[in-house]
């Protein structure tokens, strides 16, 4: 069952992982109920009447009437695309149930999107997602454009070159602050802090994803977990044998402005940190079924002393994590509330080549709080400001080292 549920897409996004590393009242698929009406549309899309998809109890008249008088009485007809209007609905349909996870991909946008999500980027290396419908930078990747530039997760994007994101759906930024190595995109942000919006310019770049940092301080091991990738889970564990391997008493697991990644990783991880057979999340369909993810070993840090930094970076598969982590031990979270990404996307391949992420299920921690509500409170919280960026310094993982050392 995991190897099924790992193929489901569960970023911010998500949030998306793209260079950025970074659709009205609709008619639904009833739509196809009036295409013989307009033989020009069938004859664009090849396809048959699908009038049985139709829900009966859902008058669509009142779209026909629209599309009528557009077709009659719009000044430029030479500028109407029937394709594009009938893109456009179904657009607005998806959008009108306020999850800015669930989303319809047109042909062009599918193709994009299952080209990025399986090769290599040029961008500025920073993911993006939806917060309050603000596009809102969810994490800059460690050592891209984006962090060399100053920005910063919850950092909320006014403007991208000169395009105001106002109801701009987060494939849509992605789209616009993409681009080729070398090139500059311009984005307007406001920071909390900030007494007005400030334009931070940034040189596209190739970008690679970290996974893991790791540093023996003293006997306390420090491993930076910056995404769960495939290779996550061997690189952290190559990191934590080098740990014990160093006499390493205590640890620190920083999970900042990692944007999360597969569900089948982040519990491949929780597995070395937690007893055999716990509860590691659960997944809430709409239907009311559950499905509990357990670990399964080998459970072999399950007693090591350790503390996890989290803050409005952390994402996902990092909120998987860090909630297992202290619901089932009682594992300390420090540094900042994380962003809330606590569901689960299934892209489903439509006709025409078009496609759908729709929201199936919600994410709960073990002791049933779901993530997605507002993201995980840490247990202590400390806020690093523009000066302790500026000085390079880190008072949360100060803090941590403090609370790591007082367990041995």
Do not use: C
Request: charged share 30%; hydrophobic share 40%.
């Amino acid at each position: 069952m995991q190897s099924d549920k790992s193929k489901k897409i569960i970023k911010i996004i998500s949030v998306l992982i793209f260079a950025v590393f970074l659709l009205s009242l609709s008619f639904g698929i009833g739509v196809w109920v009036g295409w013989k009406k307009i033989p020009s549309v069938e004859k664009i899309f090849s396809v048959s009447n699908k009038e049985l998809s139709k829900p009966k109890e859902v008058d669509f008249s009142l779209f026909w009437d629209v599309w009528k008088d557009v077709e009659d009485s719009y000044v430029d007809k030479n500028r109407i695309n029937r394709e594009d209007m009938v893109y456009g609905a179904i657009s607005g349909m998806v959008k009108s149930l306020g999850d800015p996870y669930t989303v319809f991909l047109d042909p062009k946008e599918a193709k994009k999107f299952k080209d990025d999500v399986s090769g290599s980027f040029e961008g500025i290396g920073a993911e993006i997602g939806l917060r309050k419908n603000i596009i809102t930078v969810i994490s800059p990747l460690k050592d891209t454009p984006a962090e060399k530039a100053g920005l910063r997760a919850g950092d909320k994007i006014l403007k991208i070159g000169d395009v105001i994101t106002i109801d701009m759906s987060v494939e849509e930024a992605v789209s616009l602050i993409r681009g080729p190595k070398g090139t500059e995109v311009i984005l307007t942000i406001t920071r909390d802090g900030f007494e007005k919006a400030r334009e931070i310019r940034i040189i596209r770049g190739t970008i690679k994803i970290p996974i893991v940092e790791f540093e023996m301080k003293g006997s306390v091991a420090y491993v930076a977990l910056y995404h769960f990738t495939a290779n996550s889970s061997l690189e952290l564990k190559n990191a934590l044998r080098n740990a014990l391997n160093d006499g390493a008493k205590g640890m620190i697991l920083d999970l900042r402005n990692n944007p999360g990644g597969y569900l089948d990783v982040s519990i491949d991880i929780a597995s070395i940190f937690l007893p055999i057979g716990e509860t590691v999340v659960i997944e809430d369909f709409g239907n009311g079924k559950r499905d509990e993810y357990k670990s399964y070993g080998p459970g072999v840090l399950k007693d090591f002393p350790m503390v996890v930094l989290i803050n409005e970076g952390s994402a996902s598969a990092s909120e998987i994590l860090a909630g297992a982590l202290r619901d089932v031990r009682g594992v300390q979270l420090i540094g900042q509330k994380t962003f809330g990404k606590g569901s689960v996307q299934e892209l489903k391949d439509l006709d025409l080549g078009a496609s759908l992420k729709v929201t199936i299920a919600k994410w709960l921690t073990p002791g049933g709080y779901s993530i997605s509500e507002g993201g995980l409170k840490p247990d202590i919280e400390i806020e690093m400001t523009d000066e302790d960026f500026d000085e390079k310094r880190d008072p949360q993982l100060d803090k941590a080292m403090e609370i790591v050392k007082n367990m041995n």
